[in-house]
């Protein structure tokens, strides 16, 4: 087989895998079957990524050649992607076996199977070449996230799941609309086949309103400030290992959905010029850097400060694409995969302590810095990269996007990237506070340090954290090749 017909098993094997995983009994297979898909998911999402930064592949389903058929389009934004999500996956997993024992208790397989659907919903998103298709993959995600996030221990976690699926439903049901519009007036679904039939029809009202449509429906998926009010719930109540999975992934992939159908669909000089959306994704992103930044530093409890952080971080990555310029899309994609891996890592260290304290809130965070030294080390590396400090993931993300904002004229970008960064330093600094200089509670049980199976993947994904912010051509190569792949699908930039 070619690497071109392997390509669409990255979604295939864990959708085939997840209805296997729901028979499984017990606890081990269910979490092994979960990884092994995950794995084969990464490694042919590796193998792809090289030969899709050289130019775009594509792979017609049936051999039904396109636009008539399905095709699955992998250039070098989406292959990025795909590489990260499916990574992120393995990476959750082997941190998750012990988080999910302890929360669901012994039968696990409907859980993984719906973890699995999440994860091929999410890569199919990614990789197809068919608007419709994006739709469909987007349900298989959603629907199965909605239920994984009912899967937490508390009883709010119904609540936030059944919010999640309302506005959840209102995103992708916009979206739908939008490509409806496209459909009536272009007769065709392919995103490279409607880039050359709009031209034909751009003036007309129906695809101005099919582009706003299709904004709003996914800045509703990826949180994007007013529309966010599903996600504080969502990442606080669900279980520990879906919070770092979707925490990393979800809103990562409804980005580059928005910027997937801004670049190449419609063409930047159009998108940018018939709404203003340099403008409004420019006062989206300095209002969630803020608010989000702000809100996080009141939060008791730690997931919930996590989580106005992701929107927060959600803003960096919306001020790049507001920029709209290729040094600014390229800061961007860096962001996203610089967040993903810094999100997983604060959201793992916070549920390795609920793994073993049974609580998030800050005051279980007392004195845990000397009984566990390892967790909490790793919480404080990850809070230095979500800061931005040199040497980690973060600056590097960061220093690429205030390179943008004086490359695009804005100098005064700077000063507001720099502030909104130093209140981060004030939510982590709150958490090593609590567990470095305040005693723990005279009636507290002694702690004792959560075990390797927790650690060691923590500890992977923090590495990775500083990994990427020494070594970074992978990252930065990954999000150049981005930019340019959908910066050459529209000729040119505003």
């Known amino acids: 087989m070619t ?62 050649p396109p636009p008539i058929g399905i095709e699955y389009r992998v250039d070098g934004a989406n292959a990025f992607v795909a590489l990260l999500v499916s990574g992120l996956a ?8 012990k988080s999910v024992d302890d929360e669901l208790g012994e039968r696990q397989g409907v859980f993984y199977s719906l973890f699995l659907l999440a994860l091929a919903g999410l890569m199919g998103i990614t990789l197809t070449g068919d608007a419709f298709n994006v739709f469909v993959f987007l349900e298989i995600s959603s629907l199965s996230t909605y239920a994984l996030i009912a899967h937490g221990p508390d009883r709010r976690a119904l609540l936030a799941s059944f919010r999640y699926l309302i506005m959840g439903t209102v995103g992708a049901t916009f979206f739908l609309i939008g490509v409806g519009f496209l459909y009536i007036m272009t007769g065709t679904l392919n995103m490279v086949d409607l880039a050359e ?23 509703l998926k990826l949180a994007m400030l007013p529309l966010h009010l599903w996600l504080p719930n969502a990442y606080t109540y ?21 910027i997937r159908m801004i670049y190449t669909v419609f063409g930047a000089d159009y998108s940018y010029g018939v709404l203003p959306l340099a403008a409004v994704f420019l006062a ?27 929107i927060s971080q959600v803003g960096y990555m919306l001020l790049g694409l507001a920029l709209g310029t290729a040094a600014g899309l390229t800061a961007s994609f860096l962001h996203l995969f610089n967040h993903a891996l810094i999100k997983a890592a604060l959201f793992m260290a916070v549920g390795t302590v609920a793994w073993r304290v049974g609580s998030v809130r800050i005051e279980a ?37 205030i390179m943008a904002a004086m490359d695009a004229g804005q100098p005064w970008l700077v000063a507001l990237i720099v502030i909104s960064s130093l209140m981060a330093v004030i939510y982590v600094w709150r958490v090593v ?34 990994w990427f912010g020494l070594d970074t051509r992978l990252p930065v190569a990954g999000a150049t090749a981005a930019a340019q792949a959908l910066i050459g699908s529209t000729g040119a930039l505003p």
């Open 433 to 466: 506070e609590a567990a470095w200089f305040k005693s723990r509670p005279a009636e507290a049980e002694p702690v004792r340090e959560a075990p390797l199976a927790l650690l060691v993947p923590l500890w992977l994904v923090v590495g990775l954290n500083f």
């Open 365 to 401: 965070f007392h004195g845990l810095g000397r009984q566990m030294p390892w967790t909490m080390t790793a919480f404080a590396l990850a809070g230095l990269s979500i800061i931005g400090i040199p040497t980690t993931a973060g600056f590097i993300s960061k220093w690429y996007l």
């Open 197 to 219: 039939r709009l031209p034909q029809v751009a003036d007309t009202r129906t695809v101005q309103v099919a582009l706003a449509f299709i904004i709003v429906g996914m800045g």
């Open 3 to 64: 690497l071109i017909e392997w390509m669409p098993f990255s979604v295939l094997v864990p959708l085939i895998a997840a209805p296997v995983c729901a028979l499984l009994p017990g606890r081990m297979l269910p979490w092994l079957l979960a990884l092994l898909a995950a794995a084969a998911s990464t490694l042919i999402a590796a193998l792809v990524l090289p030969a899709a930064m050289a130019g775009p592949l594509s792979y017609a389903f049936g051999n039904w």
């Open 238 to 258: 669900a279980p520990n290992f879906i919070s770092v999975f979707i925490a990393g992934t979800a809103t990562k992939v409804a980005l580059y959905v928005m």
């Open 284 to 310: 989206l992103a300095l209002a969630g850097m803020f608010i989000g930044a702000w809100t996080a530093i009141f939060q008791a409890n730690l997931k919930r400060m996590l989580a106005w952080s992701s």
């Open 90 to 97: 393995v990476l959750a997993t082997l941190w998750g076996r």
